[in-house]
Nanobody, 126 residues
Framework: QVHLAESGGGLVQAGGSLRLSCAASGYTFRNYAMGWFRQAPGKEREFVAAINWSGGHTYYADSLKGRFTISRDNAKNMVYLQMNSLKPEDTAVYYC???????????????????WGQGTQVTVSS
């Protein structure tokens, strides 16, 4: 059974850092691109970052580029999101997702993803 499990969320002060992890099982991990999305209260789910099957290419929302870094370890079926210089506006539930459409144009849209985790809460205080 496919399962994606996020962890590493929590409460941090503005300017701090946090590293999210996503453990995947139940499918061929290396055949899928992986992405991170987030959703704040009262707002639509938005793209955060994505990484292709090999980890050789990464993509970021323009507003987050330079602060967030996505990575993956295919030997461990893990994907990570390193978040630095956190701001209160980063407060949201962060979701890990898997995408079989492994091409650049598909990474930015949630409807292209096949599997989703339950999310982990990130709260950034002022």
């Amino acid at each position: 059974q496919v399962h994606l499990a996020e962890s590493g969320g929590g409460l941090v002060q503005a300017g701090g850092s946090l590293r999210l992890s996503c453990a995947a099982s139940g499918y061929t991990f290396r055949n899928y691109a992986m992405g991170w999305f987030r959703q704040a209260p009262g707002k639509e789910r938005e793209f955060v970052a994505a990484i292709n099957w090999s980890g050789g290419h990464t993509y970021y929302a323009d507003s987050l580029k330079g602060r967030f870094t996505i990575s993956r370890d295919n030997a461990k079926n893990m994907v990570y999101l390193q978040m630095n210089s956190l701001k209160p506006e980063d407060t949201a539930v962060y979701y890990c997702a898997a995408n079989a459409k492994d091409y650049t144009g598909a990474y930015y849209f949630s409807y292209n993803y096949d599997y989703w985790g339950q999310g982990t809460q990130v709260t950034v205080s002022s």
